[in-house]
Structures are given as C-alpha cells and as structure tokens.
C-alpha cells in the first residue's frame, strides 16, 4: 500500500510547469499567472500597512520630541532664574550655598527623568487587541 502525498505547487512553480506541457498548459499559466498577481497584490499590501505603521510612528516620535523641547525649554527657565533665587536666599540666610545647588541639581535631574518617563511610557503603550479577551472579564459573585 502507497501513500501519496500532493503537494501543492507554488504559483511560479505552476507557471513553469504550464509553459513546459501543453496538454494542461493553458490552465496552469492562468492559474499560475492569478497566483502571481495574488501574492504581489499581498505583498503591496503588506508593505502599505508597514509603511502606514511608520508613518504613525514618526508622528508619535514628532510630538514626543515638541513634548520634550518644551519641557526643557520650561527646564531653561527654571535654571535661568536659579542664580537669582539663590542669591535671595544668600542674603537671607548665610548660609553655604552648596545645599541650594545640590537641590537644583536634584530637582532639574528628577523633572529630567519624569519627562523622559513620560515619553517613554506613552511610547512604548501597546496596541489594544482587536481580538476579544480569553477569559471572563466579568466578576461572578
């Protein structure tokens, strides 16, 4: 007892062997020619919609980087008007000034990392699933 297996041929496989015999040539190019015409049409959609992926990133990148500019343009302000405030502060109290810049530093640092949190965290959101969930959302009491 033999087992056959039928393998299916490939669109350009089907277009060759079409060409090469004539008793079932016409039907094998008309096939194998939609199979080409199939598989490209795929392929250009699938490029489309990775190029549409891109461009929705680039846009998010975009407004990530106009949040950025802004932060540090606000950060720029703060550090702008520092010397100011720790002059006040000098003559004030008398004391060093070295607390004073260590928590400029401090707090420059800690906006610095909550903005680039921020931005990462809204970056890196996944997409919602357009399956439906697994499991029961609903609490059974």
């Known amino acids: 007892m033999s087992v056959t297996t039928k393998s299916r041929l490939t669109p350009r496989q089907r277009l060759s062997r079409g060409l090469a015999y004539t008793a079932v040539g016409p039907v094998d190019v008309t096939r194998g020619l939609v199979g080409l015409g199939v598989d490209s049409a795929q392929a250009g959609a699938a490029n489309l919609r990775r190029r549409y992926r891109e461009g929705r990133l680039a846009q998010d990148l975009q407004a990530a980087q106009e949040t950025i500019a802004q932060e540090l343009a606000a950060a ?13 502060a000098r003559r004030s109290q008398r004391r060093s000034k070295r607390p004073w ?30 399956r439906p969930p697994s499991v029961d959302v609903q609490q059974r009491p």
């Open 101 to 130: 810049v260590i928590a400029g530093v401090a707090a420059l640092v800690l906006g610095g990392g909550a903005v680039a949190f921020s931005v990462i965290r809204r970056s890196s959101r996944p997409e919602p699933s357009p």
């Open 76 to 88: 720029q302000d703060v550090v702008s008007g520092l010397p100011e405030a720790l002059q006040k």
